[in-house]
């Protein structure tokens, strides 16, 4: 991957942006308005819960090149304080800018009754840490007003399937209202254009 350039921003700037999200249903609430957010540093990926069962290898692979390709400017995409914006080159055309922040993780209760720490954006970020064996850094939220989306996959990884594409009807993840999920999810594009974007 060629990052011809980039923006770093610090820690105030990420979370009072991930404070300002809202749902995209419930009159736009403000999710996180009262929550308590936090960066947390050098978190285990392995204790982070999916609720998505599956991961698409070539993201997983652009991952990979992309901490690949900081590395070599001496910065690990896994142990970011803030965020930043990057732009690439990709068939002769300058691409961007790209937001990149650590995954956003919420306390969340899933079908057993029981709190985890859920992965609302950033699933395959997740995913190459804990295959890399490396630490991350997560955007911590508890007290959101309103619930994730989905519910914790309750086997953790062991649910999640590494797949070159999606099957016909397979079934992404298990939705709180099936018929109007979308009113619960978080709208991050509002505050990082272009960061819920699959590339």
Known sequence: MDITRYELFDT?????????TRL???????????ADIALKEAVNPNTLIPAQRYVLDSIYRSVVALYEAF????????????????????????IGPIPLIPPVI????????LTVDLINDGMHRVYTATSLGVPINIVYIHNASHPYYAYPLIHGWED?????????????KTYRDAVNYKALFRNFNDRFPGIQEKR
């Open 12 to 20: 105030d700037e990420l979370l009072n942006n991930i404070k300002k």
């Open 106 to 113: 919420e306390t969340s209760v899933n079908a057993n009754g």
């Open 24 to 34: 995209l249903g419930f009159d736009q609430a403000y999710v996180y308005e009262n």
């Open 71 to 94: 590395s070599k400017k001496s910065i690990n995409i896994f142990a970011l304080k803030g965020g930043l914006f990057f732009w690439k080159l990709e068939n002769g055309q300058e």
């Open 160 to 172: 999640v399937r590494k797949l070159n594409t999606l099957p016909k009807g397979f079934v992404k």
